[in-house]
């Protein structure tokens, strides 16, 4: 310690390190571009090379079209294989999981929104503490547990129609399955179904941050606003709402993507009609047609890159 | 956002907030009483009878133990390589400023922004155009892919909360690189890599569409329930399944959760 001392009273410019980690430390120091460098290049091979190169992989191949005589992929530039998306039953299919994906991210909105809002306001120490492990609990749990759990909930001899005939409201669930289009035999295999589910999964992914955004809201903008004389509604509506609009977008890329892409959930709670996911999944496994699953999952990744840039632009990233 | 201590939640609010909690609840709480029911055939409620015969059953298939063991090997390797590619890239974006910055971050967020199901057709496609067979190495390279983004976001967000000035204060000091990074910055991002660690590992025990475009013939446990789930076999076995699954990925949330809890992700929880 005290060699060290006056070494370094005596020059104020330390020796030369020696050792292999020495001059590869003083190297760094000198040319940080080159850490830099090093450090990138693992990750970006990675991503950059293998995740980034299937994507454009997997593009390319939207760009061809199957021979429908022998069933093999012809490899020739052609926008056939785009027009296909645009008959009325693949039509149909995005017609479909783009409405069920706008239901699922309004419905999470609104079931979010309390949650997230007596979290941000009014929970305090452990509260705040369980609010938080009760949103991350369900979030991380299993993806397939849960869903098992909702095809326990909604079967026909399940909980719910235990719940509703315990309490003589059976006329009711009947009612609502009697409904063409988004009815069935059981909620287990309807659309109805499939929504609760979708919602369910995905809620955490809005409250978080909704959550984070009304953090950031001062107590007293509410209070002031009070002051003024705006009913709670008003307040809500003008002040608490377009301050965590950026964090309801930002949730709600989650719930929309989400939606969009899942094959999982509409497989084994809902009706026979195919969401897009469950299309990509046939189309390339089955039926063989590589071409037109590619230019199918086009379409989420088109989609999400509108809706990305529209929050960006509302300021949706600055509350992720 | 904080409030005088005096103002109190209207009751609405408290219902609505309740619900909600309730709502993310109730369906896995329900998983445990179905694990003891003596209902074989179907998913009848209330159950007939409990019993807790099926724990038994389900510890003595086979074909539940190699899911299992496969899911424990997958997670830990793709755990590990997106513990050093997430904090290369973190320490990266957050120390220095550079061309391309913000593209990284994006970079990083796509896997895992993107549907699971492009991430796997994907990797599918490309494995296939490359003439790789399907194996446990094609699993771990599809999950490692979108495990790096937990890990870089927790330690982006720990370099953000530890100063620069530490740093450049010991190598005035006369620390080389090495040791201020073992002395310094590892303590620092030490349990923020641990939660992410963690966080990563459950993603990836949990993970299932993308497993199911990379796998080949072995099945993950989330591939076996799935199977499960489509054509079920012995429902009272998948429910116990179901059950202990529930059970060991709270564990490594809990714990992540008391690592980080000091500032990075519940801001102001503290007085």
């Known amino acids: 310690m005290t060699m060290l001392g006056m070494e370094t009273q005596r020059t104020s410019i330390l020796p030369r390190r020696g050792g292999l980690a020495g001059a590869l430390s003083d190297t760094f120091w000198r040319h940080p571009k080159l850490l830099l460098f090093l450090m990138l290049t693992p990750p970006l091979l990675w991503l950059g090379i293998i995740y980034i190169g299937s994507l454009i992989a997997l593009l390319l191949q939207s760009f061809f079209s199957i021979d429908e005589f022998s069933g093999m992929v012809s490899y020739e530039f052609t926008l056939a294989t785009y027009a296909q998306l645009l008959s009325p039953a693949n039509f149909d299919i995005i017609l479909r999981t783009l409405l069920m994906a706008t239901l699922v991210t309004i419905a999470s909105a609104f079931i979010a929104f309390p949650i997230a809002y007596y979290a941000a306001r009014y929970a305090q120490g452990k509260w705040k503490a369980l609010f938080y492990l009760g949103v991350m609990l369900p979030l991380w749990s299993s993806y397939l547990v849960k869903i098992y759990a909702w095809k326990l909930i909604l079967a026909k001899e399940g909980i719910v129609t235990w719940f509703f005939a315990k309490f003589h409201m059976a006329w009711l669930l009947d009612g609502l399955l009697a409904l063409p289009i988004i009815g069935g035999n059981s909620l287990s295999v309807s659309y109805l179904g499939t929504f609760i589910v979708f919602v369910y999964i995905w809620l955490p992914y809005m409250i978080l941050p909704t959550q984070a955004a009304l953090e950031r809201v001062a107590g007293n903008l509410v209070e002031a606003s009070a002051d003024l004389g705006a009913t709670p509604r008003q307040t809500f509506r003008t002040v608490l709402f377009p301050l965590a609009l950026p964090g309801i977008i930002a949730g709600s890329i989650f719930t929309f993507s989400l939606t969009l892409g899942d094959y999982i959930i509409p497989q084994i709670i809902g009706s026979s009609r195919l969401f897009i996911g469950q299309a990509v999944y046939a189309l390339q496994g089955t039926a063989g047609n590589v071409p037109l699953a590619a230019a199918f999952s086009v379409v989420p990744i088109v989609i999400m890159g509108i809706y990305l840039w529209l929050a960006k632009r509302m300021g949706a990233f600055d509350a992720l | 956002m904080r409030s005088d201590r005096g103002s109190r939640a209207p009751l609405s609010l408290k219902i609505a907030a309740a619900f909600g909690l309730l709502f993310l609840h109730l369906p896995i709480l329900l998983i445990f009483v179905y694990a003891f029911t003596t209902e074989e055939k179907s998913y009848q409620w209330p159950p007939p009878g409990l019993t807790l015969k099926w724990f ?194 709270f564990l490594p949330i809990l714990a992540a959760y008391y690592l980080t809890r000091d500032g990075d992700q519940i801001a102001g929880s503290d007085k």
């Open chain 2, 56 to 249: 038994g059953i389900a510890w003595n298939r086979p074909d539940v133990w190699a899911a299992l063991g496969l899911s424990v090997q997958v997670a830990c390797i793709a755990t590990a390589i997106a513990l050093v590619l997430g904090t290369l890239c973190a320490a990266a974006v957050s120390q220095t400023r550079f061309f391309g910055r913000e593209a990284i971050s994006l970079l990083v967020i796509l896997p895992i922004a993107l549907p699971g199901i492009i991430t796997g057709i994907a990797l599918r496609s490309a494995f296939s155009l490359m003439d790789v067979p399907f194996s446990v190495w094609t699993i771990v390279l599809g999950h490692a892919t979108f495990c790096v983004v937990v890990v870089y976001n927790n330690a982006v967000a720990r370099f953000r909360r530890t100063s620069g000035s530490l740093i450049e204060a010991s190598m005035d000091l006369g620390a080389d690189g090495f040791q201020t990074f073992r002395h310094i910055i590892l303590p620092n991002i030490g349990t923020a890599l641990l939660a992410g660690g963690m966080l990563a590992f459950a993603l990836s025990f949990d993970e299932v569409i993308v497993t199911t475009f990379t796998g080949g013939q072995q099945s993950t446990l989330p591939i076996w329930m799935l199977e499960e789930l489509i054509r079920p076999r012995q429902r009272p076995v998948t429910n116990v399944v179901a059950m202990i699954v529930v059970i060991v990925t």
